[in-house]
């Protein structure tokens, strides 16, 4: 019988989580708002995206509410790696709570910079690379093709001695490939998934409702798709899988879980219901408690490394 | 109020915290919607525990909040945002169109009780779509309609002009903040709307800087993580509706975009 399960999770490189419960990048800001979310309840915090340079973000409409989701597309508006560095990361260094940087860029110099930057800063926990923006010299994002992802991963990787999680973009022909390929580079763990894109058409006005065409969708419309690419992910790479994409309920976690998440990250939950971190993490625990599963990677329905055709 | 609903929330806390202009986040349970829906409180009473919302039931979210009853639970998570700056001595002018009205009732109650003189100019489609005069108790209150069913047929800045260009009514030099004198004006209505009163206040040489404006932009979090409420900033880049506004100095504003973004 197993009364006191164990929720801390190995992220990598000493990267060690006291719950599997995160909140996804973008979602929490700089873990400065959002007071209504029980902290004790979360394994880490990943920040907005932060890029080299402050970035004004793009201009309104920037969301708009699709069924069971939602399409996004801020632009990146953050305050700079050095703002984050200096002002917030002393801040997090009080805290009892992990912060993981997102990492954004448009070159591989920018991310280096920011990775560079952030090395060594007390504060910082991690690094996530957001690799789903755009190159501007091939205008291609880095995470759609392998090779791309690779250097950039494996750029960061010789910049900072930081645990390095990679975002994987879930708009690719093949997750597995670019997972593999980050792995090959350094990277210690992927977050599956990022959003998917998409648009919606205001009929009335004649154009679409965000300002910049398309957006990314995240919510429950997207974690079927989400789970199928961690399922199909955590069979092929060897380190650990976070599962991100849509999770509302402890059944919508445990499904990351089962599926081989070694952690997962909630998003679009944390704007609606900021109890969900909570009961997410409550209801891990006594799902363990039930199926008598010591740990976390425990609840994982199929051994790792175990190829599958699904 | 044709159209309207009016949802009157029983919770002391949040009656005896909510600002006039201050929004809250309500969660709405209708199928395959997400986001929780902002309402500005159209009024709040402190003593008995009670907050009002008016709003038009347009979708699947409003139309679920209408279809609540007496003793149905509602998931409110505010006051959220910055409410009007309502301290002063000088006229204050309540400018409404269409909904926008909704945001008033507090707001004008508030002004009456520091003792200001408040006059309310509320424009609407029609005259079933007006809220009663008996809202605004102690207030002035002129009408127009598109239709000419109520009141002067027209916009309501036409009546804001109107009133402007009367200008001995209100105490000279009439040039706004920190004159002693002039009027103060608080505006809640569609970006046309707005656009056309900025307009007319430039016209009139009234300082944007003594309008108020209620912003509406479509929201997601409402406590500011999500970044996706922004408005378009007269100093550059955007401002958060729901931290820096709802309630913003219409100088704030970059007007040609944000008829651009909300409007075009």
Same mark, same amino acid.
């Given at each position: 019988?197993?009364?006191?399960?164990d929720?801390?999770?190995?992220?990598?490189?000493?990267?060690?989580?006291?719950s599997?419960v995160?909140?996804?990048?973008?979602?929490?800001?700089?873990?400065?708002?959002?007071p209504?979310?029980?902290?004790?309840?979360?394994?880490?915090i990943?920040?907005?995206?932060?890029?080299?340079?402050?970035?004004?973000?793009?201009?309104?409409?920037?969301?708009?509410?699709?069924?069971?989701?939602?399409?996004?597309?801020?632009?990146?508006q953050?305050?700079?790696?050095?703002?984050?560095?200096?002002?917030?990361?002393?801040?997090?260094?009080?805290?009892?709570?992990?912060?993981?940087?997102n990492?954004?860029?448009?070159?591989?110099?920018?991310?280096?910079?920011?990775?560079?930057?952030?090395?060594g800063?007390?504060?910082?926990?991690?690094?996530?690379?957001?690799?789903?923006?755009?190159?501007?010299?091939?205008?291609?994002q880095?995470?759609?093709?392998?090779?791309?992802?690779?250097?950039?991963?494996?750029?960061?990787?010789?910049a900072?001695?930081?645990?390095?999680?990679?975002?994987?973009?879930?708009?690719?022909t093949?997750i597995v490939?670019?997972?593999?390929a980050?792995?090959?580079?350094?990277?210690?763990?992927?977050?599956?998934?990022n959003?998917?894109?998409?648009?919606?058409?205001?009929?009335?006005?004649?154009?679409?409702?965000?300002?910049?065409?398309?957006?990314?969708?995240?919510?429950?419309?997207?974690?079927?798709?989400?789970?199928?690419?961690?399922?199909?992910?955590?069979a092929?790479?060897?380190?650990?899988?976070i599962?991100?994409?849509g999770i509302?309920?402890?059944?919508?976690?445990?499904?990351?879980?089962?599926?081989?998440?070694?952690?997962?990250?909630?998003?679009?939950?944390?704007?609606?219901?900021?109890?969900?971190?909570?009961?997410i993490?409550?209801?891990?625990?006594?799902?363990?408690?039930?199926?008598?599963?010591?740990?976390?990677?425990?609840?994982?329905?199929?051994?790792?490394?175990?190829l599958?055709n699904? | 109020?044709?159209?309207?609903v009016?949802?009157?929330?029983?919770?002391?806390?949040?009656?005896?915290?909510?600002?006039?202009?201050?929004?809250?986040?309500l969660?709405?349970?209708?199928?395959h *919607?997400i986001?929780?829906?902002?309402?500005s409180?159209?009024?709040?009473d402190?003593?008995?525990?009670?907050?009002?919302?008016?709003?038009n039931?347009?979708?699947?979210?409003? *139309?679920?909040?209408?279809a %609540?009853?007496e003793?149905?639970?509602?998931? %409110?998570?505010?006051?959220?945002?910055?409410? #009007?700056?309502?301290?002063?001595?000088?006229?204050?002018? &309540?400018?409404?169109?269409?909904?926008?009205?909704?945001?008033?009732?507090?707001?004008?109650?508030?002004?009456?009780?520091?003792?200001? *003189?408040? *006059?309310v100019?509320?424009?609407?489609?029609?005259?079933?779509?007006?809220?009663?005069?008996?809202?605004?108790?102690?207030? /002035?209150v002129?009408?127009a309609?598109?239709d000419?069913?109520?009141?002067?047929?027209?916009?309501?800045?036409?009546?804001?002009?109107?009133?402007?260009?009367?200008? /001995?009514? #209100?105490?000279?030099?009439?040039?706004?903040?920190?004159?002693?004198?002039?009027?103060?004006?608080?505006?809640?209505g569609?970006?046309?709307?707005?656009?056309?009163?900025?307009?007319?206040?430039?016209?009139?040489?009234?300082?944007?800087?003594?309008?108020?404006?209620?912003?509406?932009?479509?929201?997601?979090?409402?406590?500011?993580?999500?970044?996706?409420?922004?408005?378009?900033?007269?100093?550059?880049?955007? %401002? %958060?509706? &729901?931290?820096?506004?709802?309630?913003?100095?219409?100088?704030?504003?970059?007007?040609?975009?944000?008829?651009?973004?909300f409007?075009?």
């Open positions: 019988m197993v009364e006191r399960p929720l801390t999770v190995e992220l990598g490189r000493g990267l060690r989580l006291r599997p995160m909140v996804a990048s973008g979602t929490f800001g700089y873990g400065f708002e959002a209504q979310v029980d902290r004790a309840a979360l394994g880490a990943v920040s907005k995206g932060t890029t080299l340079r402050a970035r004004e973000g793009n201009a309104p409409i920037r969301i708009a509410e699709t069924p069971s989701g939602m399409l996004n597309a801020i632009g990146l953050n305050p700079g790696v050095d703002h984050v560095a200096r002002v917030y990361a002393p801040q997090w260094a009080t805290w009892d709570l992990p912060v993981i940087v990492v954004a860029g448009d070159s591989v110099e920018e991310y280096v910079a920011v990775a560079r930057r952030l090395d800063v007390a504060g910082v926990a991690a690094l996530e690379l957001n690799i789903s923006c755009p190159n501007v010299q091939s205008g291609l880095f995470g759609v093709d392998p090779a791309m992802a690779a250097e950039v991963t494996r750029a960061v990787r010789a900072t001695e930081l645990p390095l999680i990679v975002k994987l973009t879930p708009n690719v093949d490939a670019i997972a593999r980050v792995e090959d580079a350094g990277a210690d763990a992927v977050s599956a998934i959003t998917y894109v998409g648009m919606s058409i205001d009929v009335r006005r004649r154009r679409p409702v965000v300002s910049r065409g398309s957006g990314g969708l995240s919510g429950p419309a997207i974690k079927p798709l989400a789970l199928h690419a961690v399922w199909q992910v955590a092929e790479v060897h380190i650990p899988v599962g991100v994409g509302m309920t402890p059944n919508d976690a445990l499904e990351f879980l089962l599926a081989g998440a070694a952690a997962v990250q909630l998003g679009t939950v944390n704007y609606i219901r900021p109890q969900a971190a909570a009961e993490h409550d209801g891990i625990a006594g799902y363990m408690v039930q199926h008598g599963l010591a740990g976390i990677r425990g609840l994982q329905i199929r051994p790792t490394s175990v599958t699904v | 109020m044709g159209g309207a009016e949802l009157v929330v029983s919770h002391p806390p949040s009656a005896v915290a909510v600002a006039p202009g201050q929004f809250f986040q969660a709405v349970n209708a199928p *919607t986001l929780r829906r902002p309402y409180a159209a009024w709040s402190s003593a008995g525990g009670r907050i009002g919302f008016i709003f039931v347009v979708g699947a979210g409003s *139309t679920w909040l209408a %609540l009853g003793g149905d639970e509602l998931d %409110l998570l505010g006051p959220l945002g910055r409410g #009007f700056d309502l301290d002063g001595k000088r006229s204050a002018i &309540c400018v409404a169109g269409g909904l926008g009205v909704a945001v008033f009732p507090g707001v004008i109650q508030a002004l009456v009780a520091r003792g200001r *003189t408040v *006059t100019l509320q424009g609407a489609r029609t005259a079933a779509q007006l809220l009663p005069a008996a809202r605004f108790a102690g207030a /002035e002129q009408v309609t598109d000419g069913s109520a009141g002067q047929h027209g916009s309501v800045v036409d009546l804001l002009a109107n009133l402007l260009s009367h200008r /001995e009514q #209100f105490p000279p030099p009439f040039t706004g903040e920190g004159q002693g004198g002039g009027v103060d004006i608080l505006t809640c569609p970006t046309p709307m707005l656009t056309a009163l900025i307009d007319a206040a430039r016209r009139q040489e009234i300082p944007l800087s003594s309008i108020q404006v209620a912003l509406e932009t479509p929201m997601g979090c409402g406590v500011g993580t999500c970044l996706g409420c922004a408005a378009p900033r007269s100093a550059g880049g955007y %401002l %958060l509706t &729901c931290q820096e506004g709802p309630c913003v100095r219409a100088d704030r504003i970059e007007w040609d975009a944000m008829t651009d973004a409007h075009g």
